[in-house]
């Protein structure tokens, strides 16, 4: 079975002005869709891309102005990490410390450079320095300039009791393979795929487990090229892994199933198509709210309640 790598991540943040304002304004991301939680209609729900909103280049979160703070630990996801240039090293470590956001001095994986820093909400997050990137399409209508601009995901760690379990999932069912060993880091990458391809496990047992929150990730989700591939994904984890897989949830932009990996983080499968042009033109992507048909109705109302972010 192949994959072609994570669709998003999603993260619960606090105040939904400071959230939109990190990740436009200081890492340079586009809002590519502002709508609600579907399950939560009174709460915002941000998408942020690359200039289309591609597949592996979407960060989403769910801004809840009063969310209690996240706990870091085991069976969660515990970094999520960007492609830059890897000449954009030295440019963003310097943009990161004089917006006062500390980052770690650069450190090496398996290579490659890689500069960790928190968000505002304590969501740790890392830009990893890739060679030969310079000419892939970026989104260059914020402050930090095109040639240093982030090209989507680069992987998620995820920070578990034992690989094994979750390894198993990754490799059978997404078409992951091991690809090597620093320390406690395992790498798992899917083959030929540049953007969003890699998931990194690290081992800790005997940790304290994460406790959800503001600066937690919520899931992360995989990518499924159509309904037929998710289907089948879907099956294989229920009759080879013996595990749950919830239902089809459209979400106006993509289709997904959800289920808890072994590790205890929740992982979703969602299908590329229709993507984020569905209801807005490429050109004006995250520029008016848009509401589940569901909830049209009600617009006035969750219009009401929704923080000014404008």
Do not use: C
């Not at 040639?147 to 995820?158: C, D, K």
Request: charged share 20%; proline share 6%.
């Amino acid at each position: 079975m192949r994959s072609t790598g994570l669709h998003h991540v999603t993260a619960i943040a606090g105040p939904a002005r400071r959230n939109l304002d990190f990740y436009t304004r200081i890492l340079g991301l586009r809002l590519v869709k502002k709508t609600v939680n579907f399950d939560d209609p009174g709460t915002y729900h941000f998408y942020f891309g690359d200039a289309a909103g591609s597949p592996g280049s979407i960060l989403t979160f769910f801004p809840w102005e009063h969310a209690a703070e996240g706990r870091a630990g085991v069976g969660e996801t515990q970094e999520t990490a960007f492609r830059i240039p890897e000449a954009s090293i030295g440019f963003w470590s310097g943009r990161l410390v004089a917006l006062g956001l500390s980052p770690d001095l650069p450190e090496k994986r398996f290579g490659a450079t890689v500069l960790v820093f928190k968000d505002p909400d304590g969501m740790r997050l890392a830009l990893v320095g890739v060679p030969g990137i310079e000419a892939e399409p970026a989104w260059g209508g914020g402050e930090v300039p095109q040639e240093h601009a982030i090209r989507g995901m680069h992987s998620v760690t995820l920070l578990l009791k034992e690989a094994g379990p979750t390894a198993a999932i990754l490799t059978d069912v997404f078409g992951f393979e091991e690809t090597g060993r620093e320390g406690t880091r395992i790498r798992y990458a899917a083959r030929g795929t540049a953007v969003g391809g890699i998931v990194d496990i690290r081992e800790a047992g005997g940790f304290l487990p994460g406790r959800q929150g503001r600066g937690s990730v919520h899931h992360i989700a995989f990518r499924a090229a159509d309904d037929a591939a998710q289907a089948q994904m879907a099956e294989r984890l229920t009759t080879q892994h013996g595990l749950g897989v919830t239902g089809q949830r459209d979400r106006n932009y993509f289709r997904s199933v959800y289920f808890r990996e072994p590790g205890g983080v929740l992982f979703e499968i969602a299908t590329d198509a229709p993507g984020f042009a569905v209801d807005e033109a490429p050109e004006s992507l995250g520029e008016a709210l848009k509401l589940p048909a569901q909830y049209e109705a009600h617009r006035s109302e969750i219009e009401a309640v929704l923080p000014a972010v404008a």
